[in-house]
């Protein structure tokens, strides 16, 4: 690495700060690789390609989740609206008991722990699997979305995170 290339280096703290200021989708993921269910929330997530369906996110290292997710041969991508931030917050919440009695959850057909009532979800085969500086960047094939019967009209407003704190997005914040 030549001198240049080091002093403009980007520090974590300054990468932080950039992303704090780029606001971001909130998706909760959850797994099953056989020890028990795990959910994570990320703000990483994006769709990739349409055929096949493909979307990526990235799993913490911190995460408790992150071993199960490496491991589990699907996933199940939740796409939160902002009335449901209390499940945002669960899934990012150090300790949460993410799958009590207090908490609606189920499991597919095919096995999967899930959230019926997330404004859509995704069942996807884990395509494969990117370390990255301690990172593990998940590339998902969808193999299955919640059904859409009866909720062609329905206009959630989107949860979004961004500089800290959970947004909502809606007719109030579009731009003319």
């Given at each position: ?58 799993a913490s ?55 019926p009532n ?59």
């Amino acid at each position: 690495m030549t001198a240049t290339a080091q002093k403009s280096r980007v520090t974590a703290d300054d990468f932080k700060f950039a992303f704090r200021h780029h606001p971001a989708g909130v998706a909760v993921v959850t797994a099953d690789a056989g020890n028990g269910p795990v959910a994570m929330t990320v703000s990483s997530m994006s769709s990739v390609a349409i055929d096949p369906p493909t979307l990526v996110f990235s799993a913490s290292p911190l995460s408790s989740a992150t071993p199960t997710i490496r491991e589990a041969e699907t996933v199940v991508v939740h796409l939160i609206a902002s009335d449901q931030v209390d499940l945002a917050r669960l899934g990012a919440r150090s300790g949460a008991d993410r799958f009590g009695d207090d908490v609606e959850w189920g499991r597919l057909p095919t096995g999967e722990p899930y959230y019926p009532n997330a404004t859509e979800w995704l069942r996807g085969r884990v395509a494969r699997l990117f370390e990255i500086n301690g990172s593990v960047l998940v590339i998902v094939e969808a193999l299955e979305a919640k059904p859409r019967e009866g909720r062609e009209d329905t206009d959630e407003s989107p949860l979004v995170y961004h500089n800290r704190t959970w947004h909502s997005i809606g007719d109030h914040t579009q731009l003319p």
